[in-house]
C-alpha cells in the first residue's frame, strides 16, 4: 500500500479547525486527538466538534480516542462522522465486542498501543481490527521526540500481521517527522500521524506531500 499521512490536528489552530483542515485537504485522512485528561493528561475535544469537522471537510476523519472507557463513547464517534475509530487497548474493557460495533456501524476499527504495552498479547485480536496504532511518544502532547526504542515494536507488528495473512493497517504517531518516517516505514509502518511536522511547516500541504514521498521511498 502507499503510505499515508495522516495530519494531527491537535498541532493546528484550534480556534480555525474548519481553515486548518482545509489547509491539509490532499492528505489521506485528518487524525483528531480526542482527550480527556483522564486517560491522558491533556483534555482536547469531543463528539461536537468531531461533527462539525466532520461537515467542514472532504477529508475522513480518523479519530485517535485517548479516553477513558472507550467502549461507551467509541460509538458515538462513528456516528459523528468518524470513518475511523482507534481506541487504547489499555482502556478497552472488552476490545472485540468494541472493534465489532465500529464496523458495525460503518467505520474502520483500529487499537493502539502506549510505549510500554507490548503487541503479542493481542495477536489473537488482529483479525477483528482494520488499523493497529503503535504510539512512538507518550500520548497527551505533540511535539515530542520520537522513541527509537518503538521501532522493534513496530517491525513485530508487521511479522504478526504477515503471519496471519492480514490486510491491516500499520500506524505510527509520535514525533514523526522527516527525520524518523524512513525508519518507520522501513520497519513496516504505511500510516503515519504528523502534527507539528505538518502544521509547524510554511506550507502544510507541501509538507504532507514530502512526507508521503519519503514513506514511499
Ligand atoms: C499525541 C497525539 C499525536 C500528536 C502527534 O498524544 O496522539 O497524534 O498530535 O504530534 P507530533 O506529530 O507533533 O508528535
Ligand atoms: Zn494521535
Same mark, same amino acid.
Given at each position: 500500500?502507499?503510505? =499515508?499521512?495522516?495530519?494531527?490536528?491537535?498541532?493546528?489552530?484550534?480556534?480555525?479547525?474548519?481553515?486548518?483542515? *482545509?489547509?491539509?485537504?490532499?492528505?489521506?485522512?485528518?487524525?483528531?486527538?480526542?482527550?480527556?485528561?483522564?486517560?491522558?493528561?491533556?483534555?482536547?475535544?469531543?463528539?461536537?466538534?468531531?461533527?462539525?469537522?466532520?461537515?467542514?471537510? =472532504?477529508?475522513?476523519?480518523?479519530?485517535?480516542?485517548?479516553?477513558?472507557?472507550?467502549?461507551?463513547? $467509541?460509538?458515538?464517534?462513528?456516528?459523528?462522522?468518524?470513518?475511523?475509530?482507534?481506541?487504547? $487497548?489499555?482502556?478497552?474493557?472488552?476490545?472485540?465486542?468494541?472493534?465489532?460495533?465500529?464496523?458495525?456501524?460503518?467505520?474502520? $476499527?483500529?487499537?493502539?498501543? *502506549?510505549?510500554?504495552?507490548?503487541?503479542?498479547?493481542?495477536?489473537?485480536?488482529?483479525?477483528?481490527?482494520?488499523?493497529?496504532?503503535?504510539?512512538?511518544?507518550?500520548?497527551?502532547?505533540?511535539?515530542?521526540?520520537?522513541?527509537?526504542?518503538?521501532?522493534?515494536?513496530?517491525?513485530?507488528?508487521?511479522?504478526?500481521?504477515?503471519?496471519?495473512?492480514?490486510?491491516?493497517?500499520?500506524?505510527?504517531?509520535?514525533?514523526?517527522?522527516?527525520?524518523?518516517?524512513?525508519?518507520?516505514?522501513?520497519?513496516?509502518?504505511?500510516?503515519?500521524?504528523?502534527?507539528?511536522?505538518?502544521?509547524?511547516?510554511?506550507?502544510?500541504?507541501?509538507?504532507?506531500?514530502?512526507?508521503?514521498?519519503?514513506?514511499?521511498?
Amino acid at each position: 500500500m502507499a503510505a =499515508q499521512i495522516n495530519p494531527s490536528i491537535l498541532s493546528a489552530d484550534f480556534a480555525r479547525l474548519a481553515d486548518e483542515a *482545509k489547509a491539509v485537504e490532499g492528505a489521506d485522512w485528518l487524525h483528531v486527538d480526542v482527550m480527556d485528561n483522564h486517560f491522558v493528561p491533556n483534555l482536547t475535544l469531543g463528539v461536537p466538534v468531531v461533527e462539525s469537522l466532520a461537515r467542514a471537510t =472532504q477529508t475522513p476523519l480518523d479519530c485517535h480516542l485517548m479516553i477513558e472507557a472507550p467502549d461507551r463513547w $467509541a460509538p458515538q464517534y462513528v456516528e459523528a462522522g468518524a470513518g475511523s475509530v482507534t481506541f487504547h $487497548a489499555e482502556a478497552a474493557a472488552a476490545p472485540v465486542r468494541l472493534a465489532r460495533e465500529i464496523r458495525a456501524k460503518g467505520a474502520r $476499527a483500529s487499537m493502539a498501543l *502506549k510505549p510500554a504495552t507490548p503487541i503479542e498479547p493481542f495477536e489473537d485480536l488482529l483479525p477483528e481490527l482494520d488499523m493497529v496504532l503503535i504510539m512512538t511518544v507518550e500520548p497527551g502532547f505533540g511535539g515530542q521526540a520520537f522513541l527509537d526504542i518503538m521501532l522493534p515494536k513496530i517491525r513485530r507488528t508487521r511479522e504478526l500481521i504477515s503471519k496471519h495473512g492480514l490486510d491491516l493497517w500499520l500506524q505510527v504517531d509520535g514525533g514523526v517527522a522527516a527525520s524518523t518516517i524512513e525508519r518507520c516505514a522501513e520497519a513496516g509502518a504505511d500510516v503515519f500521524v504528523a502534527g507539528s511536522a505538518v502544521y509547524g511547516a510554511d506550507d502544510p500541504a507541501e509538507a504532507v506531500r514530502a512526507l508521503r514521498a519519503q514513506a514511499d521511498a
